[in-house]
């Protein structure tokens, strides 16, 4: 695709002391982590550990309490980040608007900030839907979708904003195996077609360590271990060991 | 309500801001116009009708027994221009579009919709807020005025048909004119588009701060409906004592 050429480098993203309680309740609890420009990290955690907090946090949704969050060194609570760097966000839902095609969805971002004449969003759509394997799907509504066209519709909007870091929280919930291995291979091309910087958030293991360059596990708003997948693996941790390891008991 | 107005001050002040923006967004201005219109014309038709019917069923025997069959018209006139009209008409579109506005734009609320949209550095305001609310206070003056002139027929056509009265149309119309001026149609659409922006602030205020799954859309869409009412009805009381002096 010839847009990718376009693409500047991915950034990189530091969380400094990240703390946010909700009604007196910490869901962050002091988070510090680093990712490299153009690496993939992935966090895993339990239901309920903080994880799609954590991501509101990084893509501006939700304020902290303290801490502080830096992308490529500079604060993203200043109001130039969203003009200087470009980031965007897979939702866990998919978080398409309903009432449009997915074609006005993913060209959404064009449009309303009339980066490009309509001809021409029209063409950078119909790649991207390409590049997701969902050329013809630009006239459908979502509600028409598989959970998983849903899934590469959504990152296909990520697409167009030509981000720097894509954050995906829980790209492969609700998919099938084959669908999942879809949307991790779709993570890997990413990484190696433009360079972008990949936070996944997720407790599926295969994709997890199908994708990741490095990983964290949180529990209870805090990092027990940050590694490459390998040394979380081997982390000596109960809690991590249960969490990678949890099977079903068959007792004859 | 009250604990939220504070909000809802907000979100109108944040809306006035933006409208600069409105001609940017006048696709879905027009889109929300002709949805508004589409759902509601023929309800208001006929509700105006009766209400100017069973107005002139109310008052006409009783000054017609008074010899006052010549003052019909106008009481007629005067009750829909300036109150019964505007009134129901935000009644019934605060019930009928309103609603549809909280429901939308809670479900976006859920469903993260609204969320992506930031991501996207896409204001909601600008994109959900201003392009319903623009439309809703130019529909309901609109839907006012044709209220208005239905409620004037409907009146004239029981005032010549029912035997305690047997006003003819002309008669009827030619006391109305000489009772209500103008300036009394302008007071009843000048206060419909007032009740217009309550009904749309309120609503897109209750859409926004909408939470939970289902429960909480209808939570939002009552709250709304209600809110509107209940604004609409102290306003009219408000707005009729400026209009008086």
Redesign the interface.
């Known amino acids: 695709m010839n847009r990718s050429n376009s693409h500047a480098a991915g950034v990189s993203l530091v969380v400094r002391g990240l703390r946010k309680s909700f009604d007196g309740q910490p869901v962050l609890d002091g988070i510090d982590l680093a990712v490299q420009p153009g690496e993939i990290f992935v966090i895993m955690g339990p239901s309920g550990s903080g994880k799609s907090v954590l991501l509101k946090h990084l893509i501006g949704l939700e304020a902290p309490d303290a801490g502080e969050i830096l992308i490529n060194g500079e604060s993203i609570s200043t109001p130039e980040i969203a003009a200087k760097y470009r980031m965007a966000m897979v939702f866990q839902s998919g978080a398409l608007l309903n009432s449009l095609t997915v074609g006005e969805n993913v060209g959404l971002y064009l449009t309303e900030h009339r980066l490009k004449p309509p001809a021409e969003i029209e063409k950078i759509v119909a790649e991207i839907l390409a590049d997701v394997g969902l050329k013809d799907a630009a006239n459908k509504m979502p509600a028409e979708l598989s959970g998983g066209m849903k899934k590469r519709v959504a990152i296909a909007r990520a697409l167009v904003i030509e981000p720097q870091l894509i954050l995906y929280d829980e790209p492969t919930s609700e998919l099938d195996p084959l669908s999942s291995v879809v949307i991790g291979n779709e993570i890997l091309d990413l990484k190696h077609r433009i360079g972008v910087t990949s936070l996944v958030v997720s407790h599926d293991r295969d994709l997890a360590f199908g994708v990741a360059d490095r990983m964290a596990v949180i529990a209870e708003g805090k990092i027990v271990t940050i590694g490459t997948p390998a040394e979380v693996k081997n982390f000596p941790n109960p809690l991590v060991q249960n969490f990678l390891h949890a099977d079903f008991k068959h007792e004859n | 309500m009250f604990e939220n107005v504070g909000e809802i001050v907000l979100l109108f002040w944040r809306t006035l801001l933006a409208l600069p923006q409105a001609w940017r967004q006048r696709q879905k201005v027009f889109e929300q116009f002709f949805e508004i219109g589409n759902a509601s014309l023929l309800m208001v038709c006929v509700l105006s009708f009766f209400i100017g019917g069973v107005i002139a069923l109310n008052f006409g025997p009783a000054l017609v027994e008074r010899s006052l069959a010549n003052a019909v018209g106008g009481v007629v006139g005067l009750a829909i221009a300036k109150e019964l009209a505007p009134v129901m008409m935000a009644i019934l579109i605060a019930g009928r579009i309103g609603s549809a506005m909280a429901a939308?734009i809670g479900?976006?609320r859920v469903?993260?919709?609204i969320?992506?949209?930031?991501?996207?550095?896409?204001n909601p305001i600008y994109?959900l807020v201003l392009p319903r609310i623009v439309a809703i206070a130019l529909a309901l003056p609109l839907l006012v005025v044709f209220s208005i002139l239905v409620g004037w027929f409907g009146g004239a056509v029981v005032a010549e048909f029912n035997n305690r009265m047997e006003i003819p149309f002309k008669a009827f119309f030619s006391d109305l004119k000489n009772l209500v001026a103008l300036k009394d149609v302008a007071n009843g659409v000048f206060k419909s588009f007032c009740f217009a922006v309550i009904i749309g602030v309120v609503s897109c205020h209750q859409g926004l701060c909408t939470i939970g799954g289902p429960r909480g859309i209808g939570r939002s869409v009552t709250k709304a409906v209600v809110n509107s009412i209940v604004l609409i009805v102290i306003f009219d009381y408000l707005l009729t004592r400026l209009l008086q002096q």
């Open positions: 939308e479900s976006m469903y993260q919709e969320d992506a949209l930031r991501t996207m550095n896409i994109y």
